[in-house]
């Protein structure tokens, strides 16, 4: 399993614009779908977005799509969550999650491994 670790979150103002980073370990990192969930204070944890290994297929929750993009550069080990047009409602802590091969599209908390310890996004209004 790989392990993961978050970066890149703050407090913002709504409508910015934040990009948020996981780093990989492993060799192997291309094999695993990565995705992005957020949990809310006094919420359970929801899924964000996915993207599969190679990164030919992205999933995203309807309340983010047309306004965050999840990406990869398997090179670097690294997947990214771009997040635009921020809005309150945004504010939680975000995780980053892998899971090796599988079915696709995964959005299930179940259906991932490897966690990070997460990184808090504020957006104020």
């Known amino acids: 399993q790989v392990q993961v670790e978050e970066s890149g979150g703050g407090l913002v103002q709504a409508g910015d614009s934040v990009m948020l980073s996981c780093a990989a370990s492993g060799r192997t990192f291309s094999s695993y779908s990565m995705g992005w969930f957020r949990q809310a204070p006094g919420k359970e944890r929801d899924f964000v977005a996915a993207i599969k290994g190679r990164g030919f297929g992205t999933y995203y929750a309807d309340s983010v799509k047309g306004r965050f993009t999840i990406s990869r550069d398997n090179a670097k080990n690294t997947a990214y969550l771009q997040m635009n047009n921020l809005k309150p409602e945004d504010t939680a802590v975000y995780y980053c999650?892998?899971?090796?091969?599988?079915?696709?599209?995964?959005?299930?908390?179940?259906?991932?491994?490897?966690w990070g310890q997460g990184t808090q996004v504020t957006v104020s209004s």
């Open positions: 999650a892998a899971t090796y091969g599988g079915s696709w599209p995964v959005s299930e908390i179940a259906d991932f491994g490897s």
